[in-house]
């Protein structure tokens, strides 16, 4: 039944989200609503078990792990699904997890049932419709994090195009049309070059018996290459453009902010949540286990620098905005620079840390923009003046979580964020000191911001804000279950991270050892697993504290 679980994982949202486009007519939205929440949490509860299965696996190999640098397992890949194209080059429908793929999916399924339960009260016009577009778009953001075939990766990656762009037009702002274009130029520009990217990577490591396309395969087959730099760094330059642009890596992240300004809340917090994630996956997927010498040679210092750059340069735009939606864009994108900044040491408690914040991150941006939402919803008006302040008592549930995350996000010990980011930190500490001391700014910049959004619309004197009708009743049993669910969720991974850690300890391990041994890497060999850096990096973080 395991091998079956990534098959149903797609299948489930996808035909969900089919009935619910082509047969509307035959049911009500009521009952419309119950099939969307439904089916997403048949789903959620899919993920969980495969994320048990992928951790059962990494301790006493229940499923066969393919011992490459990247720990894949291929679950389900029918024969008749195989298609031989010309020139020897075979495609497989092959699905897979391992520990990091399963926790993307756990985010995906998680953040689409969230956004799927509070939009039943604040999509008032054809949620059928929007329900089984989101559920489309979730189907294919699953497909990127199971295919285990780099083409099937690539259609994944597409495919989850159109759903995103129907959902950011159809249920947004007055403009949100004219910026739904916007988007898909950008990301459809940045697929040309990921392609040739895909075709240079199965080029480099192509066999006498043919070309491979599994990612286990290519790992495998870029473990013993002799490739050099020169052959992959160009592979690597339209790899980097091509996951650069999902990612929103500075400077191609110009279509973030008014893409999250103008979709609806609720799709926003899957934007933000999972599909910046996407570009990110893309690297552990690609680039660090089949580029090593491009990898080795331009992460540490140039894309180090960008991720630094990128938490300044959103903690500081943060500061400045006045509408929420467009301070939490910037913000996510500063968190996104930390966990750049992680990948790239290319060190494991590094790896370890990126990898673990891109799920933290996931968790704590979606429950923002859900509760951005929720506000938006009650006062009319996404101006953060407008909206009014000393809300926490018209609100008081929703202030309490609005605190929570707000300190999360800004990295309060015992939250989930805190662990992550620290890890990323620790981990390029041993590369470049230097970048990390300036990261550190972004850490007080978040701290800044975050209380003073929590000051502005929580506390103080309490005022209208905006004279437009508001609705005064706090979260509804829908908006609040999802968000109360996350917030125990952050809870636990902040209190026992190595819960979360330990099962993807094996991947990251893989994906870095062949830099440990390295002239450039000799500091790393101090470190010899991602428990003992974790446990390191903990003991010093009880001495630290917020600042005021």
């Known amino acids: ?65 393919a011992l490459a640098p990247i720990n894949t397992t291929v679950l389900y890949a029918p024969e008749f699904l195989t298609l031989v194209a010309p020139g020897g080059l075979t495609l497989q429908f092959a699905l897979g997890a391992d520990a990091i793929g399963s926790a993307m999916v756990l985010l995906t399924a998680l953040v689409s049932w969230a956004s799927l339960s509070v939009a039943t009260q604040h999509i008032d016009k054809r949620f059928k419709s929007y329900a089984g577009w989101l559920m489309l778009a979730e189907a294919g953001l699953l497909l990127v994090f199971l295919a285990q075939d780099i083409f099937l990766f690539y259609f994944g990656f597409e495919l989850a195009l159109f759903p995103l762009l129907v959902l950011i037009a159809g249920w947004g702002d ?18 040309i070059p990921m392609v040739l990217a895909l075709l240079g990577i ?41 996951l650069g642009i999902k990612m929103a890596l500075i400077p191609l992240h110009t279509w973030l902010p008014d893409t999250y300004r103008a979709a609806a809340p609720t799709t926003t917090a899957l934007l933000a949540a999972v599909v910046l994630k996407m570009g990110l996956f893309g690297f552990f997927r690609l680039a660090i286990p089949m580029l090593p010498a491009a990898t080795e040679a331009y992460g540490p210092t140039i894309l180090g620098t960008m991720g630094v750059f990128a938490i300044l340069y959103g903690g500081l735009s943060a500061l400045a905005q006045r509408d929420l939606r467009l301070l939490l864009a910037y913000s996510s994108l500063s968190h996104v620079g930390f966990i750049t900044l992680g990948m790239f040491s290319l060190t494991p408690e590094g790896v370890a840390g990126a990898a673990l914040q891109m799920f933290n991150h996931g968790i704590t941006t979606a429950a ?58 620790s981990g390029m500490m041993v590369k470049h000191p230097s970048l990390v ?106 001495k630290m504290e917020l600042p005021h």
Request: hydrophobic fraction near 50%.
């Open 174 to 191: 007055d403009d949100s049309g004219r910026i739904a274009k916007r988007f898909v130029l950008f990301t459809l520009a940045g697929s």
């Open 1 to 65: 039944m395991v091998s079956l679980l990534p098959l149903l994982l797609i299948l489930l949202p996808l035909l969900s989200g089919l009935v619910l486009l082509c047969c509307q007519k035959c049911f009500d939205d009521q009952f419309g609503k119950a099939i969307a929440l439904w089916t997403s949490g048949i789903v959620g509860a899919l993920a969980v078990w495969l994320w048990c299965a992928v951790d059962r696996a990494m301790s006493v190999a229940s499923l066969e792990v």
């Open 368 to 425: 923002m923009f859900l509760l951005a939402g929720c506000f938006i919803y009650r006062r009319g008006t996404a101006n953060i003046q407008n909206i009014g302040s000393g809300l926490a008592a018209v609100y008081p549930r929703m202030a309490i979580l609005t605190v929570f995350f707000l300190m999360a996000g800004a990295g309060m010990p015992g939250a989930s964020n805190f662990v992550g980011e620290l890890l990323a930190l």
């Open 202 to 242: 199965v080029g480099l490591y192509s066999t006498p018996t043919g070309a491979v396309t599994l990612f286990s395969d290519l790992s495998k087959l870029a473990a013993t290459s002799n490739s050099t730099l020169e052959q992959q760094q160009w592979i690597f330059a339209l790899l980097l453009l091509g």
């Open 437 to 542: 001391g300036v990261a550190i700014i972004g850490v007080l910049l978040g701290a800044w911001y975050s209380l003073k959004l929590a000051k502005d619309i929580l506390f103080g004197k309490a005022q209208v804000g905006s004279q437009r009708r508001v609705r005064q009743f706090d979260l509804s049993l829908a908006e609040w279950l999802p968000l109360a669910a996350m917030a125990v969720l952050s809870l636990y991974i902040g209190l026992w991270p190595q819960g979360a850690l330990a099962p993807l300890q094996n991947d990251t391990n893989r994906l870095t050892q062949r830099f440990e041994n390295n002239d450039a890497s000799v500091a790393v060999n101090s470190i010899r697993s991602t428990e003992q850096a974790t446990a390191t990096a903990l003991k010093s973080a009880t």
